[in-house]
Structures are given as structure tokens and as C-alpha cells.
Nanobody, 125 residues
Framework: QVQLVESGGGLVQAGGSLRLSCAAS????????MGWFRQAPGKEREFVGG????????YYRDSQRGRFTISRDNAKNTVYLQMNSLKPEDTAVYYC??????????????????WGQGTQVTVSS
């Protein structure tokens, strides 16, 4: 059974930082492209960024580039999302997702095979 479990969310003031983790089990993590998405109330789920199966390539949505960093530890089957300089508009439920076919990083949610349950991030002004 595949499981993706996010952790690390919480309440932070604007300008602060959070580090989200996503622990994977039941899949071949080391060959999976991993993505982070978020969904704010009343809005569609949007791509935050992704990382290749080697960790050698990352891609970010423009609004997150420079503030967010995705990394992975294949030995721990875990992917991370480091978020700095947080803004109130970053408030959302954050999800990690796995694309087990590998290949290129993609922002298309439909291309991902498995999803975590999400973790809430709230940024206060």
C-alpha cells in the first residue's frame, strides 16, 4: 500500500519559514518524480514545484522561485519543501505527490499517481 505522509505544517508569521516533509512508503521512491502542490480555500490546486528522481533537477512555479526549495533524501524515502519569506498568500493545504513513471518534472496534477493527505500552512500578516 502506497502512503505519502506530509508533516511540518503550522502557523507562521509573514516573513517566517517552514520546512515540510513528505515520507513515502510502498513505492519505488528513488525512481519517482516528486511534486508539491497546494490548495487555498476556494481555489484550485496549484503546482508549487517538483524534483527529479535523482534530485539533480528541480522546477518551481514562478511565484515560489527563490523562496522555496525542494530537496529529497532517497535513503530516507523523504522529500522536503523548505519555504522561506512566507507571505499570507502562501496559506494553503500543501500536498506532496509521486509520479512513479519517472521522466520529467511536470506541473500537471493528473500526471501524478499518488497523493498525500495534505498539511495545513497558515501565514499570518
Amino acid at each position: 500500500q502506497v502512503q505519502l505522509v506530509e508533516s511540518g505544517g503550522g502557523l507562521v508569521q509573514a516573513g517566517g519559514s517552514l520546512r515540510l516533509s513528505c515520507a513515502a512508503s510502498g513505492l519505488l521512491f528513488s525512481t519517482s518524480v516528486m511534486g508539491w502542490f497546494r490548495q487555498a480555500p476556494g481555489k484550485e490546486r496549484e503546482f508549487v514545484g517538483g524534483i527529479s528522481w535523482t534530485g539533480g533537477s528541480t522546477y518551481y512555479r514562478d511565484s515560489q522561485r527563490g523562496r522555496f526549495t525542494i530537496s529529497r533524501d532517497n535513503a530516507k524515502n523523504t522529500v522536503y519543501l523548505q519555504m522561506n519569506s512566507l507571505k499570507p498568500e502562501d496559506t494553503a493545504v500543501y500536498y506532496c505527490a509521486a509520479k512513479i513513471t519517472g521522466g520529467a518534472i511536470t506541473g500537471g496534477a493528473a500526471r501524478y499517481d499518488y497523493w498525500g493527505q495534505g498539511t495545513q500552512v497558515t501565514v499570518s500578516s
